[in-house]
């Protein structure tokens, strides 16, 4: 199989200089890869003008929606892609965390854009910032895409779930993809990209294709790319180094190799479901995908006092492990990806086990195999505070150290020791405990898993990077922050702060603001669908005096007697009033009335307010009114949307006394 490149919207395999690629059991060659003779400043200049200008046209939702739909798609095809991927060394679950997560990547990362993005181009960042005494002049942060190409540069051991899960984030901001896998099993991301290609879901531009090396790609780079890196710290150095990258200060992300420990706590004696859980975790994490997982654990920290009982039962549970061909049923370990990767692992064990013995594993076991096997290695190191080189030295595969400790102080030093990790994992049930290790330890990592006797049933578990939370870590972890729902898509856009009038800012955010233009509406916003309704709409209701009597009848009737609603005396003692007030939620449920087109129309439901703020007493004999008006729109289902709604109830005196975003959905047609 000759692997292509898609290269300004056409297949092309490279011209000379192909690469074999060989299955990780077998030896023999599965494709051949090349990337000689792209033209890869051209692949850039398509990017932005293809691509970035045709994905800008959509807004968040329509992309995000695409992506929902690509997701389907791949997902029908999935058996294909397991087909290819036993050639690297993976066994089928294995492959279900690169496959099938890798493809829930794209229906998460869709589901948080529909959810917390607008239906619009604009993303708001924070509040409004008033700027002015008169109100005429105001700050507000929004974030636009940037108008550049997303360079994704990955590693070897997810080939799916590693382009996934950055072109999920790249795309939703409205950026094309250039994916550049590692050449090891790139024949498999070559095939997805296919079907992403054959799905035709996507514009055109959206996505690239190299499959060898990046030629001159990255001198070409400008202000407005973005490289997004995961692969060893050497390479990551090397390459955010380039001048061209320096000078136009590209974003650089990197996602890089990082010696994650756990920690088995003071209380989690043997017997405990702590320590149950401790073991079952380490011995998955060093035998799912062959330990090559970013996230696996290299250190893990043992209480002096059950170092042996820990190293009896990881070895127990680590003798169940069938190491052998994926494409076997009752294989549970497969291969590394790789004779290469197997001798780079050999080597840093070689460095590793001069400092500290091996208790677990035979490193000769295998030695004569065709397949680059290798059994799960554990060594114990006893004083691991006066050693270096386990805290610094990545054997990315079946490799792990238990290391002894003896108080929290000491298990915080040695997590830190990492200098950066992209997580640790802590089994405790002793809630002072887990809180002193995270307080102690989370700035050195970018995630944290606490898992004891009530979580452990459901836990995602120590090496599942999700899409909705942050995936990178500080320091030699690379200092990279992907995923993490809009977090990941912020990476690939700009925030830019916005000062001007509140009718110029309304304009660009389409989001309604006080001072912004109204229109002032003859027919009930209320009797209005979804697409009927206007930024800015505004219905200004009649007024209603406020008695004693009503203030007393809810008080009564829900129960809600507080002092300050029914006692005079007692509520002028209180700073905030000077009489009887009326509940506050009394005044939302004025409002309602107020506003409320009472016969069934396009409003379905009240789902929720936001930003309640009660800024003015109401007392007996004021006179409210309230002023509502559409504020925002988002597209929830082919049928409704949500609509939120800016409310102010102000006194005689024109005075505020409350103001918060009401949600409702409205449906699309009567
Ligand atoms: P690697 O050798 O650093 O390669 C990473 C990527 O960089 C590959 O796509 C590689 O392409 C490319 N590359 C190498 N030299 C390049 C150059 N001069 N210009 C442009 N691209 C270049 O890492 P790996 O061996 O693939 O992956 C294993 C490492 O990745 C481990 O250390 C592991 O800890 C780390 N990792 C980290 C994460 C994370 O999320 N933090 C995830 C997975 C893996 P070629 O293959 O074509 O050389």
């Known amino acids: 199989m000759l692997l292509e490149n898609y ?22 060659t599965v494709a051949k890869t090349s990337s000689v003779g792209l033209n890869f400043e051209a692949m850039l200049a398509y990017a932005r003008t293809i691509g970035g200008a045709n994905l800008r046209t959509y807004g968040f939702h329509d992309r995000a929606y695409m992506l929902k739909a690509l997701a389907s798609y791949l997902m029908e095809r999935k058996e294909e892609l397991y087909a290819l991927s036993y050639s690297t060394g993976a066994t089928r679950a294995d492959s279900w965390i690169d496959i099938e997560g890798g493809i829930m990547t794209l229906f998460a990362v869709s589901g948080k854009a529909r959810r917390e993005m607008p239906d619009g181009h604009v993303y708001v960042d924070g509040i409004l910032e008033p700027l002015s005494r008169g109100g005429t002049f105001m700050g507000q942060h929004i974030a636009l895409p940037l108008q550049g190409a997303a360079i994704h540069i990955n590693a070897y051991n997810f080939p799916i779930w590693g382009a996934l899960e950055k072109f999920g984030p790249a795309f939703i901001a409205g950026v094309p993809a250039i994916i550049k ?51 060893s710290a050497s390479t990551a150095g090397m390459l955010r180094a380039r001048p061209n990258i320096i000078e136009n200060s590209t974003r650089f992300i990197a996602e890089q190799d990082s010696l994650n420990g756990c920690v088995l706590g003071l209380d989690a004696a043997p017997g405990t479901p702590e320590f149950d859980l401790f073991i079952k975790e380490i011995a998955s994490e060093i035998s799912v995908k062959a330990g090559q997982k970013c996230t696996s654990i290299r250190r893990a920290l043992v209480p002096h006092k059950f170092m042996d009982a820990a190293v009896k039962a990881l070895r127990q549970r680590l003798a169940q492990i069938s190491i052998g061909n994926p494409r076997d049923k009752a294989t549970n370990m497969g291969a590394l990806a790789g004779m290469g990767q197997r001798a780079d692992v050999l080597m840093k064990l070689d460095i590793l086990r001069a400092e500290n013995p091996i208790v677990i594993g035979n490193v000769e076991r295998f030695a004569d195999s065709d397949g680059a096997y290798l059994e799960p290695i554990v060594m114990r190191c006893d004083n691991p505070l006066s050693k270096t080189d386990v805290h610094s030295v990545e054997a990315f595969g079946p490799v792990s150290t238990l290391m002894g400790y003896a108080d929290t102080d000491e298990a915080i030093t040695l997590l830190q020791k990492g ?32 898992s004891d006797r009530d979580s452990g049933g459901e836990s995602t578990g120590h090496g599942s990077p999700l899409p909705n939370l942050v995936h990178g870590g500080p320091g030699r972890a690379g200092g990279g922050e992907e995923m993490g729902g809009v977090r990941g898509v912020m990476h690939y856009m700009q925030r830019t702060a916005i000062q001007g009038s509140p009718a110029a800012i309304a304009n660009i955010t389409g989001e309604w603001i006080p001072g912004a233009k109204v229109r002032k509406v003859k027919t009930h916003p209320f009797r209005r669908v979804y697409k009927d309704l206007h930024i800015g709409d505004q219905l200004q209701t009649k007024s209603r005096k406020v008695t004693l009597a009503d203030i007393e009848l809810f008080a009564n009737s829900t129960g809600d007697t507080f002092y300050a609603h029914m006692d005079a005396d007692a509520a002028k003692a209180n700073p905030f009033f000077e009489d009887r007030v009326a509940h506050g939620y009394l005044l939302l449920s004025w409002a309602a009335g107020l506003f409320v087109s009472p016969a069934p129309g396009p409003v379905l439901a009240n789902t929720g307010l936001n930003n309640l703020a009660f800024m003015t007493p109401v007392y007996d004999g004021d006179e409210i009114k309230v002023q509502l008006t559409v504020r925002r729109k988002k597209r929830r289902t082919e049928d409704y949307g949500e609509v939120g709604w800016d409310v102010e109830i102000t006194n005689q005196k024109d005075e505020i006394c409350a103001r918060y975003e009401l949600l409702t959905m409205v449906a699309f047609t009567e």
Do not use: N
């Open 7 to 28: 290269a300004e919207g056409h297949w092309q395999p490279g011209s000379s200089g192909y690469r074999d690629l060989r299955d990780s059991v077998t030896g023999k």
């Open 181 to 231: 896998p590692a050449s090891d099993g790139s024949y498999l991301t070559e095939a997805m990209v296919r079907m992403m290609v054959e799905s035709e879901i996507l514009p055109e531009g959206a996505v690239q294709l190299i499959c060898g090396a990046t030629g001159d790609l990255l001198d070409h780079v400008t202000c407005q790319d973005v490289i997004s890196f995961t692969g």
């Open 419 to 450: 200098g950066g990790s992209l997580v640790a994992s802590v089994f405790s049930y002793d809630t002072d405990l887990t809180c002193d290790l995270i307080m102690g330890a989370s700035a050195f990592h970018g995630r944290m898993l606490i």
